[in-house]
């Protein structure tokens, strides 16, 4: 039996069969995402929140690639976030150029996706790095195999589609050379199209690729966190932050942060002030003759809610 809180929706779950892959919460999250939403929490604050009780900074701008509904609803409540998608609206292809958008954004969420980016996957990192702000970081989960070397599955794609044949999907490319290349050796994660799993990550050379892409470091998470249910086995990769500059919080979220605080602030003070004044009522009326007499009676007032 495990027990823990979600770290996404403050849920707490007693889970028999625990396994990382699969949600083990209601709310739909997996090791990963709590693991990504912790590791999100502790580059923004400096500590692990939970992602529901994160404070409401709008100018704190986000990017996410095809995030899940379960984290990426609440990013969207708490943040200027947009989650995007490759193959509907808002659409966003991370290997093109978007020169307007560059240093923008203070963090970029990617979610088992990289591995589904069309080869060379260095474009779209290169161009995710360029969107984001100096001190802007990218936040990834994406698996990477124990032996530790990068597996490209088609370094020659350029020109292609998958198509069925009989009951069974197969990819067809034209090189460059113009030259047709068929495999039916392909591998989907959770769906089709899109989902084409492109390479299996090696985790030296994605350390390597995101340092060449004008990252400046790259940190995993090392530890389990088990009062999140964030406890990996071997099997599976730990999400990280790739970084340029320390993070830092722009001089308006500052001051939304500061505002966010206080107004907090007000509203316990309010309470404390509210039931100061009720046990004030309380403590005259058991002073009540009249009270005292209707108590005798089982009758009068109830003062204790
Ligand atoms: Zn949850």
């Known amino acids: 039996m495990v027990t823990f809180t979600c770290n996404v929706c403050g849920t707490y779950n007693e889970v028999k069969v625990f396994a990382t892959e699969p949600a083990t919460c209601p709310c739909g999250s997996n090791v990963r995402i709590r693991g990504l939403i912790h590791l999100l929490s502790l580059e923004l604050f400096g500590e692990s929140l939970q992602l529901k009780d994160f404070p409401k900074l709008k100018g704190i701008r986000g990017l996410g690639m095809t995030d899940k509904e379960c984290y990426a609803e609440i990013l969207a409540e708490k943040f200027d976030y947009t989650n995007t998608y490759y193959d509907r609206e808002p659409r966003f292809d991370f290997t093109e150029a978007h020169p307007r958008l560059a240093g923008m954004y203070d963090f970029i969420v990617s979610a088992d996706v990289l591995e589904h980016i069309a080869p060379p996957v260095d474009r779209a990192l290169e161009e995710t790095c360029r969107l984001l702000k100096p001190h802007g970081f990218l936040a990834v989960t994406v698996y ?150 209707g108590r005798k009676f089982g009758v009068g007032p109830n003062f204790t809610s």
Not at 144 to 154: A, I, K, S, Y
Not at 230 to 240: A, G, T, W, Y
Request: charged share 30%.
């Open 144 to 293: 990477c195999n124990p032996v530790d070397r990068t597996v490209e599955h088609f370094p020659d794609l350029n020109e292609f589609r998958v198509v069925t044949l009989g009951n069974r999907p197969v990819l067809v490319n034209r090189r460059r050379d113009g030259s047709l290349e068929i495999r039916d050796d392909v591998v989907f994660h959770g769906g089709s199209g899109a989902t084409l799993e492109m390479r299996e990550f090696g985790l030296t050379d994605l350390r390597t690729k995101l340092m060449a892409a004008g990252f400046r470091d790259v940190n995993l998470l090392s530890d389990n966190v088990p009062e999140y249910g964030i406890l990996f086995d071997s099997d599976v990769s730990q999400p990280l932050i790739a970084t340029k500059e320390a993070f830092v919080m722009d001089a308006c979220v500052r001051t939304q942060l500061v505002k966010a605080w206080k107004a907090a602030h007000d509203q316990a003070v309010h309470h404390r002030e509210r039931a100061t004044r009720l046990a004030e009522q309380l403590r005259l009326a058991s002073q009540s003759r009249w009270l005292r007499l």
